[in-house]
Structures are given as structure tokens and as C-alpha cells.
């Protein structure tokens, strides 16, 4: 059967590499009782009183798990299974809905209804869902579904669906931006914008507002919104447009003039 340590720093289930053998003998008695048929799985924030706080935590027919009424063959956090391979290969999410990565850490773990189902959540950019109301979970159990892969995505190992790291999850295309032959100039495409190692990730993109400007644009720039310093000589735009016309100064210096002449 599985063998779990529960580490109080983290008021979690840690489940170890060397499974426990399970014998023969009633708890605390000498007589022998009928062949051990039954192991307790668990998943990180399983009850603490599920197992006996041997060194071993043992997951052999526990008497406080098997007992509980909710440590069943279909339960939500304890789960009784008929092996050690069969309790390995049971998948477990997590489960609700979230829109920040604290509310995240406060969503229950709960096994999925086959070994073999997936996990889902949202996709988040810049530490916000696209879509607020796609919900992590088991896939298609528990009303979490995944079916546009620009709000939402899947993945197949046990407790996968976990919040992403700054740089990890979705990002922007926009334009670059190069500055040559005393003119900025503009790429022929959108690509993908670089994820930071650490912050915010792009949401938006930028580009110069005078084109015969070195001053107040990155060259190769383009990717994220303006800087503060840049603020009077930048502008923002959404995603992949960042490429269109913008005046240069001198050019809406005429437009004005002759906007106050006529």
C-alpha cells in the first residue's frame, strides 16, 4: 500500500517512494485477521486523522480511514483501492474556481472519477484568468469543461492543473520595432514576445509615436506597454497591432496648422 508521511509545515499528505507492506494482525492485537484487501489513498489536504500516526503512516486497512464515511471506493480525498498500483495510478485535481493564485491555494484536491481523466483550468495571463468563469477540476466532471483551448487548457498527470508561474502560461504577438536609417521600422510580423523570468507577463504592445524619433523607444521594443519614462513618447496598443499608421510630430504639426487656419 502507498506510504504517506503527513508534513505539518505544510499541513499536507506527502506520499513517499517506498510503499508499505501491510500484515496480517489487527491493530494493537496478537490475533491474525483475514488477508489485507484493502489500501487508502489520499490526496495532499486529505484530513490529517485519516491514517495512524505511525512512522510508517501505514495505509493498510486503517481503522479510522476505512471506517470514515468518507474514505469510500469513489471518495472525494480518501479513496480505498485494492493495491499499491491501483492506488498510484488514481488521478486527482484541483477543484472550483479561482481568479487569483491565493484563492487557488485554497481549492480542494479531489480524485477523478477515472485513473485515466485529465485536469483542466484556465489559461492566465499577466495573473488574471481570460475567462473567469472556466473552472479548474477533474475535465468534465464537476462542470469544468475545456472546449476553446484560448481560455482554458488540459493535462494528464495528477495534480497538474496547478497555477502557473510568472513566464509560463500564455503570451502576446506583437510587432518589433528597429530603429535604422535615422527612422524607426516596423517587423513584417507579429512573433511571440519573450516570457520574463519573473513579473508581469505581456499583455499588450507598444510602438513609437514619432517614427524619425530615436529618443524614448527600445529599439527592438514592441512587447508589453509602454514604460512610465517612455509615457510622452509611446503608445499602447492590444495585442498584434502595433503596426499601424501613427503620424510622426512634424505631420501633426501641419495637421494642426491647418486645422487653426481653416
Not at 62 to 71: E, K, L, N, R
Not at 163 to 187: E, F, I, L, N, R
Request: with cysteine; aromatic share 8%.
Amino acid at each position: 500500500c502507498p506510504h504517506y508521511k503527513y508534513v505539518e509545515t505544510e499541513n499536507a499528505w506527502a506520499v513517499q517512494t517506498d510503499p508499505v507492506k501491510c500484515d496480517p494482525f489487527k491493530p494493537n492485537s496478537a490475533a491474525q485477521s483475514s488477508k489485507v484487501t484493502t489500501c487508502v489513498a489520499l490526496t495532499p489536504d486529505a484530513a490529517f486523522n485519516l491514517l495512524p500516526k505511525y512512522d510508517s503512516q501505514r495505509s493498510c486497512n486503517s481503522p479510522t480511514a476505512v471506517t470514515d464515511a468518507s474514505c469510500t471506493d469513489d471518495g472525494k480525498q480518501c479513496r480505498t483501492c485494492t493495491s499499491g498500483d491501483a492506488c498510484a495510478n488514481l488521478r486527482y485535481c484541483k477543484t472550483g474556481t479561482a481568479t487569483t493564485a491565493a484563492a487557488y491555494g485554497a481549492l480542494p484536491w479531489y480524485f477523478c472519477t477515472t485513473a485515466s481523466a485529465k485536469c483542466t483550468r484556465p489559461v492566465i495571463v499577466n495573473g488574471i484568468p481570460v475567462d473567469t468563469a472556466m473552472k479548474f477540476g477533474c475535465l468534465d466532471e464537476n462542470s469544468a469543461t475545456c472546449t476553446d483551448t484560448t481560455k482554458c487548457s488540459t493535462c494528464s498527470t495528477t495534480g497538474c492543473n496547478t497555477w502557473p508561474a510568472a513566464g509560463s502560461d500564455y503570451v502576446v504577438k506583437c510587432y518589433t520595432w528597429t530603429w535604422s536609417d535615422d527612422k524607426w521600422t516596423k517587423s513584417s510580423s507579429a512573433t511571440a514576445c519573450s516570457t520574463p523570468t519573473a513579473g508581469p507577463l505581456p499583455t499588450s504592445c507598444s510602438l513609437p509615436k514619432d517614427r524619425n524619433t530615436k529618443d524614448g523607444f527600445t529599439a527592438g521594443g514592441g512587447c508589453g506597454a509602454c514604460t512610465t519614462a517612455n509615457a510622452k513618447t509611446c503608445l499602447n496598443t492590444i495585442a498584434e497591432k502595433n503596426s499601424g499608421y501613427m503620424p510622426t510630430a512634424s505631420v501633426l504639426g501641419i495637421l494642426l496648422l491647418i486645422s487653426l487656419l481653416f
